[in-house]
C-alpha cells in the first residue's frame, strides 16, 4: 500500500480558493491512479475527482467541474486539488485515496477539514 497525507485545509469565506495537497510514500507513485474525496457531516463519503497515473486523464464530479482542478507532480509525489470559487456546500472532510485505476481506490488519507462560510 501507499501512505497518504493530506494538507491544505483550512477556513474560507464563499468565492475563496484552497489549494489542498497529498504527499505519498511506499511504492511507485506513478503507478497509482489518485482520487479525491469529501465525506460531509451526516452524509457518505463521495467521489470528487481523480487522475491517472501519468496524469493525462482526469474525472471529477459534476458540481465541481469548472470549479475544481485536479493535478499531480509525479517527481514529488503529491497530487494537488485546486478549489476555486468555494460553496458552503463544499463544506466536508477532504480525503485523498490512491488506487490502480481511476474507478478503484484502496489506500486512503487522514483527511483534511475544508470549511466554507457564507
Known amino acids: 500500500q501507499v501512505q497518504l497525507v493530506e494538507s491544505g485545509g483550512g477556513l474560507v469565506q464563499a468565492g475563496g480558493s484552497l489549494r489542498l495537497s497529498c504527499a505519498a510514500s511506499?511504492?511507485?507513485?506513478?503507478?497509482?491512479?489518485m482520487g479525491w474525496f469529501r465525506q460531509a457531516p451526516g452524509k457518505e463519503r463521495e467521489f470528487v475527482a481523480s487522475?491517472?497515473?501519468?496524469?493525462?486523464?482526469?474525472y471529477y464530479k459534476d458540481v465541481v467541474k469548472g470549479r475544481f482542478t485536479i493535478s499531480r507532480d509525479n517527481a514529488k509525489n503529491t497530487v494537488y486539488l485546486q478549489m476555486n470559487n468555494l460553496k458552503p456546500e463544499d463544506t466536508a472532510v477532504y480525503y485523498c485515496?490512491?488506487?490502480?485505476?481511476?474507478?478503484?481506490?484502496?489506500?486512503w488519507g487522514q483527511g483534511t477539514q475544508v470549511t466554507v462560510s457564507s
Open positions: 487522475i491517472s497515473g501519468g496524469g493525462g486523464s482526469t
Open positions: 485515496a490512491a488506487g490502480m485505476n481511476v474507478r478503484i481506490f484502496d489506500s
Open positions: 511506499g511504492r511507485t507513485f506513478s503507478n497509482y491512479a
